[in-house]
């Protein structure tokens, strides 16, 4: 299985928010921290705001946070949520592709059945068991 770059760098946002949930993170910060787009980054907080996954404030001391304990935030949910849209394979999008062996696939089956295994394992842990080590900040003299 391969997810998609905008599944990618929102875990690796999560994951950075969660070691420090008391601080509000700006998008600008974790795009350069992880070198990534912030306008890409941007979309992909808005999602998760959306969502109900993290809150964000604007203003002085704004960006995003956790809304919810890390503990409380399942990686199958958010992955769920980054992934709506992308099908596995062509046949599993919504108009159903442009498959040619549709009427008679015997792996359609066992590609759904391996997604939701997938899912389920991913169900099995939080965003509290995949956080980054707090990063100490250097202060600059």
Known sequence: MRLTSFTDFGLRALMRMASEPDRAFSTADLAEEFALSRHHLTKIMSTLAQAGIVATRRGSGGGAVLARPASQIRLGEVVRLLETGQALVECFQASGGACTVMGC????????????AFLADLDRSTLADVALPRMERVALA
């Open 105 to 116: 696939c015997r792996l359609k089956a066992r590609l759904r059945s391996a997604e939701a």
